[in-house]
């Protein structure tokens, strides 16, 4: 049974059919039929995981998650060069635009902490599987042979994973796994991605080596939904059984990280949280079960581990349209890829030309996501982490803000120079109306006001104005100094601000995560000396998140109206004459002087003709 | 006075469709600059476009029928008696004078409307409808159309053409009620037959 579920979710993510999705239908409905009878015959797969003898008996002799990984990369043996060239590993992007090295380790984040483990203990456990510290693909490294506290686990057959198998322990980064990436790692540069060649010549490095067993395969690969990484404390797994069925990655194994980023589920993102597992077609056409059944991949396709579409740079307007076996056929993930790009050809004419001549300005999805969190839970929207208890305003079945997008963000970098007194943007959107590729896309905005701590000696971090990110070239972080130091003085301020989020310490302090801790210890790298007290400061924040999932049926797309009315939802983007939303005050009130003078004169001129006819 | 047949019977039906067309699109067309909201966007929008294309053909029609009947010659201007028709469409019409034009098939026209219907073809109808077809395709704009005119250029001359057919929409219906009787003047744009002077 658990062998045909695998080969289930293949069939289903059968690389031919993002073209011929709707002709496979039928075949994937009886697919699915014959695994529900448990049969053999829907099977696809050429490996039974619960069938390789030398991996059971080598997770039987020690059942941990690092265990799992050796025997895993035993056949799988460039996995581990694949994930460690990721962003899932590294939480660093290149962007391919400007060169700048973003990604979540660079960029300020305005969810950073997860403040419901501080206030309420007992929900400790689910908040911290749920919080980002769960969320990196890694088992913490450096001690042998259990890689971490497995050793502490109740028995080989049931290992929990623990909390402190985590890369962090103490304040901040003190086992970061990246911190050892080879010197020799190519420095990135605009045509060039961040990401190390897989599989390369540093597999003798020790801690290449140790990295590789500290990849988490588990989390993405685990089929039986029982795998999680919360504290040893939560429920116990079988992780031979999840090591015997791993398969393709689901909506569910995504979702644990994607799903709750920011704290709660829904938090983050507005249009992905958990209702997206098993949604109504009404809430997602595309991963409904009543609909193509797509999992994350089915658009993120994966090529060697590495997913396309990030958010970081996105493609915000596809010319190639219906993907090809070419070297662009990895990349399904714009609507385009699969859609085309005449989608509307099918409606009658004139009506689905007139659709068609939108979507050069107008991005699939401002349409076709009428509104997002529609699933039933809550995005947040606003996050005073300043106030105890920290107040949040979240929210569902929300409008979206519209923005024309190039696809390029510009994040603010930790290393940024940042003017504390006004709202800090955390990103802000690449493109305008006269860019040819950027398209009206819809955002998520979120503020938040949030602790910003201050270092009390001003460090030589580059520094970057955020005002002219936009032109920043290739060269930007080689010329960022310069550019800062005038940026800080023009802001009256010369100190250098380090991002540090109170959140942060305050989650850490209450788990306990002191570096004095024997998990630190154990950690061949020393831990940093404890900062100077910082200065704290209160900022705003305000952040965008495109919004590109939680597509609606067709027919509950938006209609022309909701936009070409004066007060209509693209009322607030300027600079463009738009049909409809946009009056010609002089014309109009000339035209209605002539229209009025024409009718005055007329009813004048009758009036005389029937008063002196009359007087006659 | 005597029956004259004034209009032929192309000529009442070209008058009448391009009549409901021209208010049709009128309509729709102020719905869609947001003036008055009767429709939605998506049935003003469809409205328009399919009315568009309905007056392009009544208008090809005509046009063919203009020059194979000569007709085209009621339209040439001529300021021989204008300045009369003028004092008598200010004065003469109140204080009761006859008309100082006296209409025949060969002059259907008098040098007032000769002007006005020609600054109406020549000057108004092109612009609506040229400003209309590049609006309609402005995603097909070539190269050397979009270096010289934006969207908004186009949308202003579109808009000024329909406030100026509106002026004269609502000209030409009150002078329709200039006629010997209220209703003469539209009762021959009906029947064809208009009742003019017998001092022909």
């Known amino acids: 049974m658990r062998k045909s579920r695998i080969a289930c979710d293949r069939r289903r993510l059968s690389p031919a059919s993002p073209i011929k999705r709707r002709r496979s239908a039928p075949i994937l409905a009886i697919g699915l039929l014959l695994c529900l009878l448990g049969g053999e015959a829907g099977a696809e797969a050429t490996g039974d995981h619960s069938r390789f003898t030398l991996m059971r008996v080598l997770l039987w002799l020690e059942a941990t998650g690092a265990q799992v990984t050796e025997v895993c990369t035993q056949c799988h043996n460039e996995a581990q060069g694949q994930i ?68 502490d686990a109740p028995g080989p057959k049931h290992a929990p994973v623990s909390w402190e198998a985590l890369p962090w ?20 540069g605009p045509n ?48 031979i059984w999840i090591a015997e069925s791993v398969g393709r ?17 829904g938090a983050k993102h507005g249009d992905l949280d958990s209702s997206l597992i098993q949604p109504p077609r009404e809430v997602d056409v595309h991963m409904s079960a009543e609909g193509a059944d797509l999992t994350c991949a089915g658009c993120h396709n994966p090529e060697g581990h590495r997913l396309p579409g990030s958010r970081h740079a996105m493609l915000a307007r596809d010319r190639d349209g219906l ?60 996050w005073d982490q300043t106030s105890t208890p920290p107040r949040m305003v979240a929210a569902r079945n929300i409008v979206p803000t519209y923005r024309f997008f190039n696809g390029q963000m510009h994040y603010t970098l930790k290393s940024d120079t940042i003017d504390p007194d006004r709202p800090v943007a955390i990103n802000r959107i690449g493109g305008s109306w006269q860019e040819e590729n950027a398209r009206i896309w819809p955002f998520k905005v979120v503020r938040a006001r949030q602790h910003l701590l201050q270092e009390a000696e001003p460090t030589a971090i580059a520094a970057v104005d955020v005002q002219n990110v936009p032109n920043a070239t290739a060269n ?24 540090m989020w109170l959140p942060w310490v305050w989650l850490t302090d209450f788990l306990g995560w002191a570096p004095a801790d024997d998990s630190s210890a154990q950690s061949p790298v020393s831990p940093p000396q404890p900062p100077p007290a910082p200065r704290r400061t209160v900022i705003e924040t305000q952040m965008f998140w495109p919004i590109t999932h939680m597509v609606a049926p067709a027919e509950k797309a938006l209609r022309c109206d909701d936009c070409h009315r004066p007060n209509g939802r693209l009322a607030g983007l300027p600079g463009f004459y738009m049909p409809g939303r946009d009056t010609m005050p002089a014309l109009d009130r000339f035209g209605l002087f002539l229209v009025l003078f024409m009718a005055v004169t007329s009813g004048l001129h009758g009036l005389v003709r029937i008063l002196w006819r009359r007087r006659r | 006075m005597a029956q004259l047949y004034v209009y032929t019977r192309f000529e009442r039906f070209w008058h009448w469709t391009q009549a409901m067309l021209v208010i049709g699109l009128g309509v729709t067309g102020f719905d869609l600059h947001g003036t008055i909201d009767l429709f939605s966007f998506e049935q003003a929008s469809e409205l328009h476009r399919y009315m568009l294309w309905a007056l392009i053909v009544i208008w090809i029609m005509a046009i063919f029928w203009h020059f194979t009947t000569g007709e085209w010659r009621h339209y040439i201007p001529t300021s021989k008696n204008l300045w009369e028709v003028i004092d008598y469409c200010a004065v003469g019409i109140v204080m009761g004078d006859d008309h100082p034009f006296i209409k025949s098939p060969r002059r259907k026209l008098n040098p007032l409307q000769r002007l006005v219907y020609l600054v109406l073809k020549l000057m108004i109808n092109p612009l609506i409808l040229i400003s209309g077809l590049l609006y309609l395709y402005y995603k097909d704009w070539p190269a050397w159309v979009s270096q010289d005119l934006t969207l908004t250029d186009v949308a202003t001359a579109h808009v000024l053409g329909a406030y100026l057919m509106t002026a004269y929409l609502i000209g030409h219906v009150y002078m329709a009620t200039t006629g010997h009787k209220l209703f003469s003047l539209l009762k021959a744009m009906i029947t064809g037959y208009e009742e003019v002077p017998d001092r022909l």
């Open chain 1, 84 to 151: 460690r060239s990721t962003i899932h590993w590294g939480w660093e992007f290149s962007e391919p635009r400007t060169g700048r090295i973003a990604g979540k380790r660079h960029i300020l984040n305005g969810f950073c902490g997860g403040s419901e483990s501080l206030t309420d203990p007992d929900a400790a456990n689910a908040a911290f599987r749920h919080s980002c510290f769960a969320c990196h693909v890694s088992y913490r490294r450096g001690s042998t042979p259990g890689f971490g506290s497995w050793g």
């Open chain 1, 169 to 188: 322990s103490g304040t901040g980064w003190v086992s970061d796994p990246w911190e050892d990436e080879p010197e020799s790692e190519p420095e990135p």
């Open chain 1, 192 to 239: 060039s991605p961040s990401q190390t060649d897989p599989g390369n010549g540093n597999a003798d490095n020790q801690t290449t080596l140790a990295q590789d067993a500290a990849i988490d395969c588990l989390v993405c690969h685990d089929t039986t939904g029982t795998y999680h990484r919360g504290p040893a404390q939560s429920a116990p797994m079988n992780l």
């Open chain 1, 249 to 265: 990655s689901s909506r569910r194994t995504c979702g644990n990280c994607h799903f709750y980023g920011g704290g709660a589920d």
């Open chain 1, 323 to 382: 993907d090809k076996p070419s070297k662009h056929y990895q990349s399904h993930a714009s609507c385009e890829s699969c859609h085309g790009v005449t989608p509307h050809a099918e409606r009658a004419a004139p009506y689905g030309a007139r659709l068609d001549a939108h979507i050069d300005r107008v991005a699939c999805q401002t349409c076709h996501i009428p509104e997002f969190a529609r699933g039933g839970v809550a995005t947040r929207l606003w």
């Open chain 1, 476 to 499: 930007a972080t080689a010329n960022a100094t310069a550019t800062g130091n005038a940026t800080a003085n023009a802001l009256g301020t010369s100190d250098s601000y380090s991002w």
